[in-house]
């Protein structure tokens, strides 16, 4: 057991830290308390450790960032002991490698499974967070890490009659666990064509009497990366475990792609560029077919190359129409990948319905009334994604300074510095949130960087004897001026309508939620401002029983 910090034990604390959430982020941060001699407890509503990869059980869930990085990289035995089964792992697979990732750190006995934490309130007067859980239990902390994730807040389905239909319902966000579900022999009707969609989609269809998907906007699909490991690769991954870390960090996603295109779009003439297309896409990295892919003009030569392979690989001439993403650029909104995902739609037992023409305007007990059709159906698959991002944070009832509600301080849009603390919240850390570079890299790579950082953080808290710290709101005004200054360099960031700036849910303010500046960047910006001694932020005295603050 760890010990508290000397200055504090006596008063009504129960540890130092509380970690909510036991995926990536919060496995890593609980591990890290420990070695940082902070005593720590965890909190998590699933059963059992994975976050995203505990609850996204569906058939066909697999990663598709490679499993060369996808993976942490503090601990050089965790590299070297577990072998992935494929460059792009499925679902169970990352959920076993994080529990023995747990096991092995020894972390999971501090967490208390099946509880939810329910509100989080800070005291001005003693500096002290009090978290409230689903078990009647409220715990009193210094620092709190909401490692929540940023796709765990299932968006809640705005179709009228929901709760009518007399058939099975399934959310892939919140797929069985517990036992299997047998969609063999059925009517079954997806809704939402998003990664969910895209990957569960061709599964169902193979055991499916008939499968009827219900889309209403196509997305960009490109083939994975899956296949064998390279163990050149993977040799060279477990032999220095420390360098490849310190690599993810210095890339623009946190990742190291396979393939990047050696020339610049304009240094190519139009075979040149069709050449670079080709090759990329063999390469399973269309994306990168230019050294300088992020340009206007190279992301409109590579969204029309990637509609031609998107046509060309769906027989019925209106459905390939209906599947292709006319209406906006590649990466405006998140692009899924798949090698089976188009095909589907050349079985006989699959139809596409396309709600932009024909809208969907009820669920009845019998299955799903369009503007054309009433389909009957026994099982309805919502595939309908994440209030992403900000949601499982506004879940929480967080109360700040004066008893200001994030969800107040919220209410025009997430603010922050650097992605991870909230002006009126004293050490409260939220990794993979908003205005981080988050989903747009390597969550893995980020989760580990981002709990680094937070406990860099503690520590200089610690030796500078400071009792702790919030962003100024000059700080937050100039994140979200340089989250919306790269979010403008690229195509269709901002008009496209995407769960990236909350435009998936209805009510949702409209705001750009994910820093492009790049990885490298962001890692930069906050060692920067500890080596500066947190100029950016308030920091508060050393005795925490304190209740003024000052300005650094
Ligand atoms: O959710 P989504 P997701 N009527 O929001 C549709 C990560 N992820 O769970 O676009 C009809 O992308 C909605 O339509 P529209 C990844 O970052 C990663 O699929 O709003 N349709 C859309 O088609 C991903 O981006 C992996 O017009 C409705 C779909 O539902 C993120 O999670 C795998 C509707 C939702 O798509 C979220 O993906 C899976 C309605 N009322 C997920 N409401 C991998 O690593 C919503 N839709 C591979």
């Given at each position: 057991?760890?010990?508290?910090?000397?200055?504090?034990?006596g008063s009504d604390i129960d540890c130092d830290v509380v970690v909510v959430g036991a995926g990536f982020a919060g496995i890593y941060a609980l591990w890290k308390a420990g070695q940082r001699g902070l005593s720590v407890r965890g909190f998590e509503r699933g059963s059992a450790v994975g976050g995203t990869w505990y609850w996204n059980a569906y058939p066909g869930a697999r990663c598709d960032v490679a499993s060369y990085n996808y993976a942490y990289f503090f601990d050089s035995d965790v590299v070297r002991e577990w072998d992935w089964s494929d460059v792009c792992s499925g679902q169970d697979e990352i959920r076993r490698y994080l529990q023995f990732v747990a096991e092995k750190c020894d972390v999971t006995g501090q967490i208390t499974f099946d509880t939810r934490v329910e509100s989080a309130t800070y005291d001005k007067a003693t500096g002290l967070w009090t978290v409230r859980t689903s078990g009647d239990e409220a715990v009193v902390c210094r620092y709190l890490v909401l490692a929540v994730g940023a796709l765990s807040e299932p968006k809640a389905p705005d179709i009228e009659g929901v709760e009518s239909f007399a058939g099975e319902a399934y959310f892939t966000?919140?797929?069985?666990?517990?036992?299997?579900?047998?969609?063999?022999?059925?009517?079954?009707?997806?809704?939402?064509?998003?990664?969910?969609?895209?990957?569960?989609?061709?599964?169902?269809?193979?055991?499916?009497?008939?499968?009827?998907?219900?889309?209403?906007?196509?997305?960009?699909?490109?083939?994975?990366?899956?296949?064998?490991?390279?163990?050149?690769?993977?040799?060279?991954?477990?032999?220095?475990?420390?360098?490849?870390?310190?690599?993810?960090?210095?890339?623009?996603?946190?990742?190291?792609?396979?393939?990047?295109?050696?020339?610049?779009?304009?240094?190519?003439?139009?075979?040149?560029?069709?050449?670079?297309?080709?090759?990329?896409?063999?390469?399973?990295?269309?994306?990168?077919?230019?050294?300088?892919?992020?340009?206007?003009?190279?992301?409109?030569?590579?969204?029309?190359?990637?509609?031609?392979?998107?046509?060309?690989?769906?027989?019925?001439?209106?459905?390939?129409?209906?599947?292709?993403?006319?209406?906006?650029?590649?990466?405006?909104?998140?692009?899924?990948?798949?090698?089976?995902?188009?095909?589907?739609?050349?079985?006989?037992?699959?139809?596409?319905?396309?709600?932009?023409?024909?809208?969907?305007?009820?669920?009845?007990?019998?299955?799903?009334?369009?503007?054309?059709?009433?389909?009957?159906?026994?099982?309805?698959?919502?595939?309908?994604?994440?209030?992403?991002?900000?949601?499982?944070?506004?879940?929480?009832?967080?109360?700040?300074?004066?008893?200001?509600?994030?969800?107040?301080?919220?209410?025009?849009?997430?603010?922050?510095?650097?992605?991870?603390?909230?002006?009126?919240?004293?050490?409260?850390?939220?990794?993979?949130?908003?205005?981080?570079?988050?989903?747009?890299?390597?969550?893995?790579?980020?989760?580990?960087?981002?709990?680094?950082?937070?406990?860099?953080?503690?520590?200089?808290?610690?030796?500078?004897?400071?009792?702790?710290?919030?962003?100024?709101?000059?700080?937050?005004?100039?994140?979200?001026?340089?989250?919306?200054?790269?979010?403008?360099?690229?195509?269709?960031?901002?008009?496209?309508?995407?769960?990236?700036?909350?435009?998936?849910?209805?009510?949702?303010?409209?705001?750009?939620?994910?820093?492009?500046?790049?990885?490298?960047?962001?890692?930069?910006?906050?060692?920067?401002?500890?080596?500066?001694?947190?100029?950016?932020?308030?920091?508060?005295?050393?005795?925490?029983?304190?209740?003024?603050?000052?300005?650094?």
């Open positions: 057991m760890n010990s508290m910090r000397d200055d504090i034990k966000s919140s797929w069985p666990r517990d036992r299997d579900v047998d969609l063999a022999g059925k009517r079954v009707g997806v809704i939402g064509t998003g990664s969910s969609g895209v990957q569960s989609i061709p599964e169902i269809a193979k055991v499916a009497r008939d499968l009827v998907v219900f889309q209403r906007t196509a997305n960009f699909v490109t083939p994975t990366l899956s296949g064998p490991m390279d163990p050149e690769r993977v040799r060279a991954m477990r032999q220095d475990p420390e360098a490849v870390r310190n690599e993810l960090r210095a890339t623009y996603g946190g990742n190291q792609p396979l393939y990047i295109g050696p020339d610049r779009f304009h240094d190519l003439d139009e075979a040149g560029r069709e050449k670079a297309l080709w090759r990329a896409w063999e390469e399973r990295e269309v994306a990168l077919a230019f050294w300088d892919s992020h340009l206007p003009e190279a992301n409109a030569a590579i969204s029309e190359f990637i509609r031609q392979r998107m046509h060309e690989q769906v027989t019925d001439p209106w459905t390939a129409n209906q599947l292709v993403p006319w209406d906006h650029p590649y990466g405006g909104k998140r692009p899924c990948m798949s090698d089976v995902y188009l095909q589907a739609y050349n079985r006989p037992n699959v139809r596409l319905v396309a709600l932009r023409e024909t809208p969907i305007e009820r669920i009845v007990p019998e299955g799903i009334v369009t503007s054309a059709e009433t389909v009957p159906l026994d099982v309805i698959v919502y595939a309908t994604g994440f209030d992403a991002i900000s949601g499982p944070v506004h879940a929480l009832n967080i109360s700040g300074i004066d008893g200001v509600s994030m969800n107040d301080a919220w209410a025009d849009g997430p603010v922050n510095y650097l992605g991870t603390m909230v002006h009126g919240f004293p050490n409260l850390f939220l990794p993979s949130s908003a205005m981080s570079p988050s989903v747009l890299s390597n969550m893995a790579t980020l989760a580990e960087q981002q709990v680094d950082f937070i406990f860099d953080t503690i520590s200089w808290l610690d030796a500078h004897d400071r009792a702790g710290l919030h962003p100024s709101p000059g700080s937050q005004e100039f994140w979200r001026d340089e989250t919306l200054r790269y979010a403008k360099r690229v195509p269709g960031a901002l008009s496209t309508d995407s769960w990236y700036n909350g435009a998936n849910i209805p009510g949702k303010p409209r705001h750009y939620m994910v820093y492009r500046g790049g990885f490298n960047r962001y890692h930069a910006a906050c060692y920067a401002e500890l080596e500066s001694g947190f100029k950016g932020y308030e920091l508060l005295p050393g005795n925490a029983g304190h209740d003024q603050r000052e300005s650094a």
